[in-house]
């Protein structure tokens, strides 16, 4: 659902706070009379097309970089082996344009070759023979048009960047003001006007690349030279017509930005190193790796050739490391060495001749990957012994951490998952490396949280107490108490006693429910505190009963007695060691849930920006990225919301009778973030919100059962096909499109719909208060035509309810060249009734099939969002593979009608 509720944003600056309108027409009107004065001046565009050159020549020309190294690039340089590197004008002259005089004095870049900044102003006809000598060797590489285009770079485009960066510091010179609040808030709506559409608010989005915050704070030049040029082959503004200190404004805002890899990025990278084809879902290569020695143990088998590991080692350091000797050692190098590196140079690796696997992972595998080799991987013999194989860390210290994250899938002692896992106390002391490994990133395709957000210590304490483990098969005691004390039938997998539960009085409202009222928290509530916390009178819950809160710290004999009385009758249901883990439960397991739960008002008192990422690693695995993935369980941002108690203690000790891990050794606050995160995650109110703006910006009049305007919308075009039609002009979707992307979508130029009015999707993630006066202004007309829960609606709907329909229409084929037959059931439920099991039932419309495939975008809309003023659940709720399915088996459907019988 995440997907769902993402999407892509255009450009979106007139609205923006800090835009210069004059500045920008100056400089435009500056170009052009230089022009209408002086033929040979270059355009604009020629000059940042030259620096597109300057960047990256063979990119931006769509060629081959030479396979030999540049002939003036010093042979004992760094990338004097990578031609690719080194045939690149920017890595002798720099991005400052001064060389060995600029930020390239020293560092892995410096060549000792000097800048161009000499030749700012020369002629273009100057810079050409120079670029054409056979020196520089350009001639018969960059046809004439590419010479003089970056000839007008060289010539015309330069900037002096020492005056807009301070060298030493690597800080952007933002434009002084007095208010240094006003100086920020003026460069924040800069990027967020023109950068944040593509990058996001945080420079987080693009998951191609590396944060904007490191790219910014790195290498600020880099990042000024392409926020005034864009990049070379790739769809950016350049704002190269703005003054120069605007360009240096947005810079100075996006070194505040973050500047770390986000945590999930680098764990799948992991994932990815482990066994890229399991993790991706794919077939490996039948053949085996081309750099896989011949002679050596696994060169017939392809499967295990292609993975990173088995090369480079667990440790990571190949042929120096614990694979120097033995069946796995290949003499191969290991990639410690490049830690650290940028993730683009670590691509381009990874793309190369050598490894070949630019054909077999797409960009944002290939970012995961070389982030973790960036920014994931760990010296190994700072924390394992390489000799005894034993973990450097004390086990006895994180027992508990095992406890809680590790014991509810793998046992107490490791033996859990032994069906198809050797016992994790023999798999951690054969090979401890792998086992470090899996535990900071988690295993491909698999459901296990990811622990690289904990500190490296407590990791390796982790893994030495795993070495430890002895061989009886017990449950984490606390955790498994907190199972029962939920749901003990469902944890120990038996049916509750039929009749009532002797204490539960006969008055309260789930008397005649044996099921819930054996059920421990039925009485003593989540918060533990029965009749005096959340479950007191007025409560539906309410029995009079008081909790256990008094309980908590009594030793265990005295639980043991109260739990086997008459009065609570669990003798004969529970076993010993049942009994065992409730009573250390409500000794050891309680916590006081008003200090972390505002008891009036249910929010929780935590800070949830803080714990996204915890969250993102140990939950979104299962439960989606806005908490709606698992489609056998509410939204757990409606769970959150509604019973934070229950959420609380779910998140501390699990569910019974299901693989979810506790969280109870980590820090009390980092589990209370979390679930102070999930309470903002999407509720079925606001997607029921979301779903009706949907079906407001379908057609908001038979949505709302008002009369449609009897004259054109004032902003349709009096020239486009349906100018005469109020009925059509005035829903929103006949300009915007179905796919919300208007004139830039399926509603462009040739479309009988084309208004040459753009989409919507600039102001996907805008506050809705501002969509609501965009839609109320005189553009738009809607002040008097439709309610205030009608504008929230569908301003709900327009900040978060648009999707990427190319994306998600893209994914429903492939769903339906895999196994659309399983689908089948899902439409039978859901939509058969209505449309019949051909998707000809509704005689009030077309065929279900002739639509979804005449008009896609339009079908998922409605899937999504139902129709308006009609009876239709939208789907918007379920699991998203689900609801494509759905599309995709509609799509499969007859075209026309089918008659049957006489």
Not at 194 to 220: E, F, I, Q, S, Y
Not at 317 to 339: F, N, V
Not at 486 to 502: A, C, F, M, R, S
Request: with cysteine; proline share 5%.
């Amino acid at each position: 659902m995440t997907r769902m509720l993402a999407s892509s944003t255009l450009f979106f600056s007139r609205f923006s706070a800090g835009f210069r309108p004059i500045a920008v027409a100056a400089a435009v009107a500056s170009a052009m009379l230089a022009a209408g004065a002086d033929a040979a001046e270059p355009p604009l565009s020629s000059v940042i097309r030259g620096a597109h050159i300057y960047d990256n020549w063979a990119k931006e020309i769509g060629a081959r970089a030479p396979e030999t190294t540049h002939p003036l690039y010093p042979a004992d340089r760094t990338y004097a082996e990578s031609p690719d590197v080194n045939w690149r004008c920017k890595e002798c002259h720099g991005w400052d344009y001064k060389g060995k005089d600029g930020a390239y004095s020293q560092g892995k870049h410096a060549t000792g070759i000097k800048g161009v900044t000499g030749k700012a102003g020369a002629s273009l006809d100057e810079i050409i023979a120079i670029l054409t000598d056979p020196a520089h060797g350009y001639d018969g590489l960059l046809d004439d048009e590419d010479l003089h285009d970056v000839a007008a770079f060289v010539s015309r485009g330069q900037i002096d960047m020492d005056q807009y960066i301070d060298r030493s510091t690597k800080l952007a010179r933002g434009s002084t003001e007095a208010d240094a609040a006003a100086a920020t808030a003026s460069r924040k709506a800069f990027f967020n006007s023109v950068c944040a559409t593509c990058h996001g608010k945080d420079g987080l989005k693009v998951k191609t690349m590396p944060p904007l915050g490191r790219v910014a704070n790195d290498d600020p030049w880099k990042a000024l030279h392409h926020i005034l040029n864009s990049h070379p082959g790739v769809k950016m503004p350049a704002l190269r017509a703005l003054e120069v200190q605007v360009a240096v404004d947005i810079l100075a805002y996006v070194q505040t930005l973050p500047t770390g890899v986000v945590l999930s990025s680098i764990s799948r990278g992991g994932h990815l190193y482990d066994n890229w084809y399991k993790e991706v879902g794919v077939r490996p290569p039948e053949r085996a790796h081309p750099a896989y020695p011949k002679d050596k143990a696994f060169a017939k088998n392809a499967r295990v050739t292609w993975r990173c590991r088995e090369c480079h080692g667990w440790d990571y350091k190949g042929r120096d490391g614990a694979y120097s000797e033995g069946r796995h050692h290949t003499g191969i190098k290991g990639i410690l060495g490049m830690a650290g590196a940028e993730a683009d140079r670590i691509i381009a690796v990874l793309k190369d001749d050598t490894h070949q696997y630019g054909d077999l992972l797409n960009e944002e595998d290939l970012r995961d990957l070389a982030n973790f080799i960036s920014e994931g991987l760990v010296d190994m013999d700072k924390y394992i012994d390489r000799a005894s194989r034993q973990a450097k860390g004390y086990g006895n210290r994180r027992k508990v951490y095992y406890e809680t994250i590790c014991a509810n899938c793998h046992g107490k002692d490791g033996l859990q998952a032994g069906r198809h896992l050797a016992p994790l106390g023999k798999t951690t002391n054969q090979n401890p490396w792998k086992a470090l490994h899996t535990i900071l990133n988690g295993h491909p395709g698999e459901q296990m949280p990811a622990l690289r957000a904990l500190d490296i210590d407590v990791v390796v304490d982790l893994l030495a107490y795993v070495q430890s483990l002895p061989s009886g098969v017990v449950l984490s005691s606390v955790n498994r108490g907190g199972h029962l004390y939920d749901n003990w039938y469902k944890e120990l997998g038996v049916k509750p006693p039929q009749e009532t539960h002797p204490a539960y009085p006969k008055t309260a409202r789930y008397a005649q429910s044996p099921r819930l009222n054996w059920r421990c928290k039925e009485c003593h509530g989540w918060d533990y505190k029965g009749k005096d916390g959340v479950f007191g009178k007025g409560n539906r819950h309410y029995t009079g009963i008081k909790g256990i809160h008094g309980m908590a710290g009594a030793p265990q004999e005295a639980i043991l007695a109260v739990l086997k009385d008459d009065t609570h009758a669990y003798f004969g249901l529970l076993s010993e060691q049942d009994f065992i883990d409730l009573a250390n439960f409500i000794s050891e397991g309680q916590i006081d849930m008003d200090r972390h739960i505002d008891p009036a008002t249910g929010v929780v008192k935590g800070d949830p920006e803080r714990r996204r990422n915890h969250y993102n690693a140990m939950c979104a695995t299962c439960h989606g990225e806005d908490g709606a993935m698992r489609s056998n369980l509410l939204l757990l941002g409606k769970v959150a919301n509604e019973n934070p108690w229950k959420a609380l203690h779910a998140i501390i000790n699990g569910h019974p009778g299901e693989v979810m891990p506790a969280l109870r050794a980590l820090d009390r606050q980092t589990s209370v973030d979390i679930l102070a995160y999930i309470q903002t995650l999407p509720t079925e109110e606001l997607l029921a919100s979301i779903s009706r703006g949907g079906r407001l910006y379908d057609n908001w009049y038979t949505e709302t059962e008002r009369r449609e305007p009897t004259v054109s919308h004032p902003a349709y075009p009096r020239t486009a096909k349906y100018a005469r039609e109020p009925r059509t002009n005035w829903r929103c979707k006949e300009c915007h499109g179905w796919d919300y992307k208007g004139k830039d979508g399926a509603y462009g130029e040739g479309n009988r719909h084309y208004t040459g009015i753009k989409g919507i999707t600039g102001m996907a993630g805008e506050d809705p208060d501002r969509v609501i006066a965009v839609l109320k202004d005189e553009t738009h007309g809607y002040e008097d035509l439709m309610d205030e829960p009608d504008f929230q609606d569908l301003a709900n709907f327009i900040t978060q309810g648009q999707v990427d329909m190319d994306a998600l229409i893209a994914e429903a084929r492939q769903q339906a060249e895999s196994d659309l037959g399983k689908y089948a059931v899902f439409y039978t439920t859901l939509c058969a009734d209505c449309h019949g099991e051909d998707g000809a039932g509704n005689l009030t419309m077309p065929p279900l099939g002739r639509v979804a495939r005449a008009s896609p975008a339009a079908a998922l809309h409605r899937i999504l969002n139902g129709l308006p003023d009609e009876d239709k659940p939208p789907l918007r709720v379920i699991n998203q593979d689900v609801l494509l399915g759905i599309f995709a088996y509609t799509q499969s459907l007859p075209a026309d009608i089918v008659l049957r019988g006489r």
